[in-house]
Every structure is written in C-alpha cells, then in structure tokens.
C-alpha cells in the first residue's frame, strides 16, 4: 500500500515558476517509479512526467519539456516537479502517480493556477 500526498500549487503569474511535491509512504521510494499528470477542467488527465525508481531515467511530455523537471529524493521520499515558464493553459489540478506491483496510487492533487 502506498500514500501519495502533493503540495507546492498556488496561483502564479504567467512567466512564474512553482515547485510542486509528492510525498511518498508505504514502501521506499526507491522501489518504484512516479509520474506526474494534469487535468484542466473539462479535460482528459494529462501525462507530463515520469521519473524511474532509480531516478536514473526521467521521461516528459513534449507540452513541457525544457520548462518542466521531474527529481527525486529517495532519502525524504519525496518526488518533485520544477515549473518554469508557467503559461496559463499550465492552470489544472497536478496530481501524482506510481504503480507497485499492478496496483495504480493516486494523490489527491494540487490546484495550480497561472493567472495576472
């Protein structure tokens, strides 16, 4: 069983960055690997990033690569998001993902808004 838990969204300017967290329990993050996603109202979740157990490999969808980086700290068993250039279609709920041995564990999400 895993818990999934981010932080780190709020409202920003156009331009702006924001740093968003996923806090991991249950088993040690160096056993799995996590993405993160979006979804904007009315929209379909989104894949943006995927780092791999080791954190060795890390992977982006082309909508944010260059602006975007995905980091892991396997001794705080937290995952990271770097937001950059944040643009206003970026607005929508981040949430974090992982898969453990066939089962999926979402977060709960974390609202982020790009707006002047």
């Known amino acids: 069983q895993l818990q999934l838990v981010e932080s780190g969204g709020g409202l920003v300017q156009p331009g702006g960055s924001l740093r968003l967290s996923c806090a991991t329990s249950?088993?040690?993050?160096?056993?799995?690997?996590v993405g993160w996603f979006r979804q904007a109202p009315g929209k379909e979740r989104e894949p943006l990033a995927c780092i791999s157990s080791s954190g060795a490999s890390t992977n982006y969808a082309d909508s944010v690569k260059g602006r975007f980086t995905i980091s892991k700290d396997n001794a705080k068993n937290t995952v990271y998001l770097q937001m950059n250039s944040l643009k206003p279609e970026d607005t929508a709920v981040y949430y974090c993902?992982?898969?453990?041995?066939?089962?999926?564990?979402w977060g709960q999400g974390t609202q982020v808004t790009v707006s002047s």
């Open positions: 993902n992982a898969v453990y041995y066939g089962q999926t564990y």
């Open positions: 249950g088993r040690g993050l160096h056993d799995y690997g």
